[in-house]
T-cell receptor, first 117, second 112 residues
Framework: NAGVMQNPRHLVRRRGQEARLRCSPMKGHSHVYWYRQLPEEGLKFMVYLQKENIIDESGMPKERFSAEFPKEGPSILRIQQVVRGDSAAYFC???????????????FGQGTRLTVV | GENVEQHPSTLSVQEGDSAVIKCTYSDSASNYFPWYKQELGKRPQLIIDIRSNVGEKKDQRIAVTLNKTAKHFSLHITETQPEDSAVYFCAAVTGGGNKLTFGTGTQLKVEL
């Protein structure tokens, strides 16, 4: 089991460009969560997805940010027209669906460190 | 929504001493409380967790206590070692998913 895979590990974008961050959950995991960690700060929830469904996007900025988790392929966090304030580490986590124990460990990927120049 | 506060923000201890980190949460419906350790530039890793139907859990040198009435939970590390130096985050989950509300983190430094 390869764990939660995120790519790229590092991403540099100029202001105004688009950033695409990818997350492949652990095998057998159907829930994906995205978190943002600003420098020297904690992790903030952004969005929670299951396959083809956005369950909770209460932490997503209203503009420029979107996320998807298609039936096939990785989850994508997309940031359009990036600004310097978007520079942060973006972590993806996945967890399985277990009806007998609704809260289970969330496994984190290595993160994508986005730098906007 | 849930709000989690964490103290202290920095903690320096001598090797072999104990370290205690405390968190409070606001939503009485929260039912799962994991603790994560994050080394510089790396991913958060779960070190211990506790569910709301349990008051205490221990795993070797690490223990967590939960007081549901007061809505606070604590991490205890005994016999600290230099490799325990990292940032520790508490978190709370409300409901059946795994949406984590994190505390602001504690930078633990274990000095020789």
């Amino acid at each position: 089991n390869a764990g939660v895979m995120q790519n790229p590990r590092h991403l540099v974008r100029r202001r105004g460009q688009e950033a695409r961050l990818r997350c492949s959950p652990m095998k057998g995991h159907s829930h994906v969560y995205w978190y943002r960690q600003l420098p020297e700060e904690g992790l903030k929830f952004m969005v929670y997805l299951q396959k083809e469904n956005i369950i909770d996007e209460s932490g997503m900025p209203k503009e420029r940010f979107s996320a998807e988790f298609p039936k096939e392929g990785p989850s994508i966090l997309r940031i359009q027209q990036v600004v310097r304030g978007d520079s942060a580490a973006y972590f993806c986590a996945s967890s399985p669906l277990r009806s007998d124990s609704p809260n289970t460990e969330a496994f984190f990927g290595q993160g994508t460190r986005l730098t906007v120049v | 929504g849930e709000n989690v506060e964490q103290h202290p923000s920095t903690l320096s201890v001598q090797e072999g001493d104990s370290a205690v980190i405390k968190c409070t949460y606001s939503d009485s419906a929260s039912n799962y409380f994991p603790w994560y350790k994050q080394e510089l530039g790396k991913r958060p890793q779960l070190i211990i967790d506790i569910r709301s139907n349990v008051g205490e859990k221990k795993d070797q040198r690490i223990a967590v206590t939960l007081n549901k009435t007061a809505k606070h939970f604590s991490l205890h590390i005994t016999e600290t070692q230099p490799e325990d130096s990292a940032v520790y985050f508490c978190a709370a989950v409300t409901g059946g998913g795994n949406k984590l509300t994190f505390g602001t983190g504690t930078q633990l430094k274990v000095e020789l």
